[in-house]
């Protein structure tokens, strides 16, 4: 028996779960609550407090249990977890300490995979500008409690994440966590594949090359503008809920497009490779930074009244019918079994062998399959890895779109009127189907090309260079943020475009001008997971649950509100459904 304030419950602690249920004065049992021993996050001597500040009371006969705790049903936040807290008493101290020895045994025992050290980054100017006071205050005090130590550095400058994790000692690190936006995301996931693929002696140049799976997880404490990576992979943004879900080890593995020109790797995505439309909104949106995260609205506002398209040729190699359909009306949630599957086709041997050379056995042993070519004007050409669902979308790009299966979704909106368009822009935001249109095609992909018309390609580094130089251009406003933009493009110029790309040297245009005015621009830029490219002319392929994050997918079944309406046709395949 145990007692919480002057109520008797039975409490039993067996295999994977920690239950107390009350008793009446006849000892009938009345209302019982399960804690997974996975999902405690402590247990203390006393009566604790960790909100709003530690306080400790320590009681010789009781003890206090912490745990995951999730909204309740019909609460507007669907997927929020909080610290839940409970005191026990006991009817003496020695089977106080009894308890709290048994306790933290089953912890040990049934949370293997728990961290013990992480490295954390904060990037003090990304979103509203609150990533420092969102850790020290909301996140650093459940590592504690959790007995996770951590190492924090405040980035003074854009990609010194990316720099730390290619290049400093991380012996003893379980993971590395950002503090910030998808594109501190971004930085930790070009850090983690680099330095997995330079200790594995692999190129990342290589386009059709395989690459190894990394084992540092990455975590994500949502404080950016739009954290799009966060909540595709947790169903909310929310600080709390991610640093329980690192706190207790979940693992959610996540596929990779590996983006090059000619033959060099010009960057990661896990969310969307976009040109047209959402290029261009990023290019725009880019230029007025100082706007904070509004400014994707008035971007998205001006680009949708420019009303451009852009030639090109989109070859795209399919993934297997069989397995899974972007238009299938299922959802990727936690614990889904398409993803579950793809591991086993992505790593057939792995318990035996090592992961690289399983994946190397599967891409020699099965051809490529043939491309797919569609030539045309399009509005926007999208590639996701996953449904790159956002607070704005909340489905996403692509509602039926795997975290972990091995392929992307590639999303074809051909040239329309501005009307259509907007019924497409505006599905985004309900739980109509985006693809129910005839001037929009979506294909599930292994991997895409992109080629501009004959006569086109010479123009492509020049004007795309251009638009991402217009896009860092610094309004009076703006604080000391340096834009990713400029980095990391900057960087990956090839040639004679890194020599001519200084930022001085060239007329800077202003980018709707050219966009709306003046003669149409033939070429868009590139988004890639918010960063713009500095070519035009790509290649993307998806690399199977290359990287793994500290996230479950999404758990809650009531966010396919209105997907599937037909329980008939889903054959109860959809979680709505299936409940
Ligand atoms: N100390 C710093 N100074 C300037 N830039 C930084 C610093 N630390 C990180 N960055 C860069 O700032 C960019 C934006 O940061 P972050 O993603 O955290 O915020 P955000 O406002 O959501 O931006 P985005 O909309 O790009 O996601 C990142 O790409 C990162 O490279
Ligand atoms: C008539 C209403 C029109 C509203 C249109 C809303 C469209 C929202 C679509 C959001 C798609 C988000 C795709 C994700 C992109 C991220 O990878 C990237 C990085 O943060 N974000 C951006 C803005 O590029
Ligand atoms: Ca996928």
Same mark, same amino acid.
């Given at each position: ?169 991380? #012996? ?6 950002? @503090? =910030? ?7 930790? $996931? %070009?850090?983690? /594949? &680099? ?30 503008? #739009? ?6 992979? @947790? =169903? ?7 640093? $329980? %879900?690192?706190? /207790? &080890? ?330």
């Amino acid at each position: 028996s145990l007692w919480i304030g002057n109520q008797r419950y039975r409490a039993t602690l067996s295999g994977w779960y920690f239950s107390w249920t009350e008793l009446d004065k006849k000892n009938r049992e009345k209302k019982t609550v399960s804690v997974p021993v996975a999902e405690v996050i402590g247990v203390e001597d006393g009566r604790v407090e960790v909100q709003p500040q530690k306080k400790v009371e320590d009681t010789d006969r009781e003890f206090t249990l912490f745990y995951v705790k999730r909204s309740g049903r019909g609460s507007s936040q669907k997927g929020l977890w909080s610290l839940g807290r409970t005191h026990f008493r006991c009817p003496s101290r020695d089977l106080r300490d009894q308890w709290v020895t048994q306790l933290r045994t089953a912890l040990k025992t049934h949370s293997p995979s728990r961290p013990h050290k992480l490295l954390v980054f904060i990037n003090p100017f990304g979103g509203k500008k609150r990533g420092k006071q969102i850790y020290h205050s909301l996140v650093a005090p459940l590592l504690e409690l959790a007995g996770i130590s951590s190492h924090v550095v405040v980035t003074e400058r854009a990609n010194q994440a990316r720099d730390h994790i290619l290049k400093k000692d991380l #012996t003893g690190f379980d993971g590395v966590v950002c @503090v =910030g936006g998808d594109g501190m995301f971004s930085e930790l $996931l %070009h850090g983690v /594949i &680099g330095r997995t693929q330079q200790e594995a002696g692999l190129s990342e140049h290589d386009s059709s090359g395989v690459l190894q799976s990394c084992d540092l997880h990455i975590g994500i404490i949502p404080a950016g503008s #739009t954290d799009c990576v966060c909540f595709a992979t @947790v =169903g909310v943004n929310d600080p709390v809920t991610s640093a $329980l %879900h690192i706190i /207790i &080890g979940d693992s959610q593995p996540l596929d990779v497009c590996a983006v090059h020109h000619k033959s060099s790797l010009v960057r990661y995505s896990v969310s969307l490779v976009g040109y047209g439309f959402y290029g261009d909104v990023l290019a725009e949106s880019e230029r007025h930074r100082w706007m904070g995260p509004l400014r994707y609205d008035y971007a998205g506002c001006m680009v949708y009244l420019c009303n451009q398209s852009y030639q090109g040729t989109v070859q795209f190699l399919r993934a297997d019918p069989g397995l899974s359909s972007p238009r299938d009306k299922t959802r990727c949630l936690s614990g889904c079994s398409v993803c579950s599957e793809s591991k086993e086709r992505l790593f057939p041997l792995s318990d035996s062998c090592s992961l690289y050379s399983d994946k190397l056995s599967q891409y020699s042993e099965q051809s490529e399959g043939e491309w797919t070519s569609v030539s045309g004007r399009f509005k926007s050409i999208s590639l996701t890895c996953m449904s790159s669902s956002c607070p704005k979308s909340p489905l996403g790009l692509s509602p039926s779109a795997h975290l972990a299966d091995g392929t992307g979704d590639l999303i074809l909106v051909r040239d329309t009127n501005p009307l259509a368009f907007l019924t497409y822009l505006h599905r985004h935001t309900t739980s109509q189907d985006q693809f129910d249109l005839p001037f929009v095609e979506v294909h599930r992909v292994k991997a895409v090309r992109f080629s501009l018309p004959l006569g086109e390609e010479d123009e492509e580094d020049e004007r795309t260079e251009q638009n991402i130089e217009e896009g860092v251009m610094e309004h009076p406003d703006k604080p000391c943020v340096q834009s990713p933009s400029r980095s990391i493009s900057q960087q990956h110029l090839a040639g004679p475009a890194r020599e001519r790309g200084t930022p001085n040297n060239r007329k800077k245009r202003d980018f709707l001008c050219g966009l709306c005015c003046s003669k149409p621009p033939a070429v868009s830029v590139w988004n890639c997971d918010g960063e713009l490219l500095p070519h035009t002319e790509i290649s993307c392929r998806v690399h199977g649950q290359l990287v793994r994050l500290y996230a479950r997918g999404i758990e809650d079944e009531l966010r396919i509100w209105g997907l599937c309406e037909d329980s008939r046709n889903c054959n109860g395949k959809c979680v709505l459904h299936s409940q």
